[in-house]
């Protein structure tokens, strides 16, 4: 992974607007601030996951000396809530001490927030010459009633956005940044309609997702993001493969890469494309000439190209399909593959999420 290139709030934008780059089209992570005097950290935003963590000074895990670490008693605001908490991700299992102190998020200051900072990071979670230093979570604690831990649970309660929502715009790797918008959408993001869909529990940014399916590259295709053609209804008539027998819980997750399914559908629909089963790997010479993945999510219909859809490792020049098979998961994960060129907004007040089209695309 490359080097730290996190950036702050422009004095000239919105100072609710928080510019996050891009880490080869599979991290975006921007920067933080922790205590009084500020404390600077590049953070993956996260809409996966409810806490905020960051490296702590005494965490002795070789991950945590390449990063910026917090120091308790550097802030004047910092408070030691005396009890220990842990996070495991699917890549690895942070350790650490709870504490609270202001955090600073673009123009937004929030008090006595909850926070872990790192005793030990587990060797498998990577973070050695990662671009990030910690994980900000952006979903709720569970029930968003009785959260008291998440930073989205800090926000609501004090009051800090007009509007409880939040906008995430991807970059991609021709582009120097994206961003974050709190408290309101921003329309000049997106073209077109914004879609709107509810959560199916609230405290998390899972929807409904009907299907996925892949379209050959016969069929054509003019557009990557439409309306549903309700002929397309009638499956026997659809080119497609790994259709889903019913819907399915999918959570849109702006910390996870690619698009994690069940284990049957996405070996169905990397054996289409043409990947290797057992690897995902495709040779690069092909993805010109593959079809689209079409999302199906309440009737509305989201078509991820080649580019989308299979990674390009440019160092190593190896392809590798963006589809993830997974046996343990009993929901769908959409993460960047599938988020790169919509604007997606979560609004939690009213417990939904709208996807527009990106305005670059």
């Known amino acids: 992974m490359s080097k730290r290139h996190g950036i702050g709030v422009r004095a000239t934008e919105d100072p609710n ?20 005097p500020k404390q600077k950290f590049s953070v993956l935003f996260d809409t996966g996951s409810s806490k905020l963590w960051v490296p702590g000074v005494y965490c002795k895990s070789p991950a945590c000396f390449q990063h910026n670490r917090f120091h308790p008693k550097m802030s004047s605001a ?21 504490g609270s102190d202001t955090v600073y998020i673009g123009g937004i200051s929030l008090y006595n927030q909850k926070f872990i900072y790192t005793t030990e990071q587990d060797s498998n979670f990577e973070l050695p010459g990662s671009c990030f230093d910690g994980i900000l979570g952006l979903s709720f604690n ?8 998440s930073p989205i649970s800090s926000i609501t309660k004090q009051r800090k956005l007009q509007r409880n929502v939040f906008g995430i715009q991807l970059s991609d790797g021709d582009k120097s940044y994206g961003r974050i918008t709190f408290g309101r959408v921003d329309d000049s993001l997106y073209k077109g309609k914004m879609y709107w ?9 899972k929807l409904m997702m009907d299907d996925i399916n892949y379209e050959k590259p016969n069929i054509k295709s003019c557009t990557e993001f439409i309306k549903k053609n ?10 497609k493969s790994g259709n889903l027998d019913k819907p399915v819980h999918a959570l849109i997750d702006s910390g996870t890469s690619f698009i994690l399914g069940k ?5 169905k629909l990397n054996h289409e494309i043409g990947a290797d089963i057992n690897t995902g790997f495709i040779s690069c010479s092909k993805i010109n000439t593959l079809g689209m993945l079409i999302i199906n999510i309440q009737g509305i219909l ?6 989308e859809y299979i990674y ?44 527009g089209k990106d305005l670059n695309y």
């Not at 607007?17 to 009084?36: E, K, M, P, Q, W």
């Open 17 to 36: 607007t928080v510019y996050i780059r891009n880490s080869a089209n599979t991290y975006y992570y921007g920067d933080l601030f922790l205590g009084t």
């Open 78 to 98: 910092f408070q030691n809530l005396y009890r220990n908490d842990s996070i495991t991700y699917g890549t690895g299992k942070i350790n650490g001490m709870l």
């Open 142 to 149: 569970g029930d968003p009633s009785i959260d008291d831990t």
């Open 197 to 205: 869909f509810p959560v199916v529990e609230k405290g998390s940014w």
């Open 230 to 239: 309700r002929a397309l209804e009638n499956k026997q008539s659809q080119n």
């Open 263 to 267: 284990w049957e559908v996405i070996n």
């Open 302 to 307: 989201f078509k991820l190209s080649s580019k």
């Open 312 to 355: 390009h490792n440019k160092i190593t020049n190896t392809c590798q399909s963006a589809l993830i098979p997974k046996r343990d998961l009993s929901y769908w994960v959409l993460g960047n593959s599938f988020m790169g060129k919509l604007y997606s907004v979560f609004d939690f007040d009213n417990h939904k999420i709208g996807l």
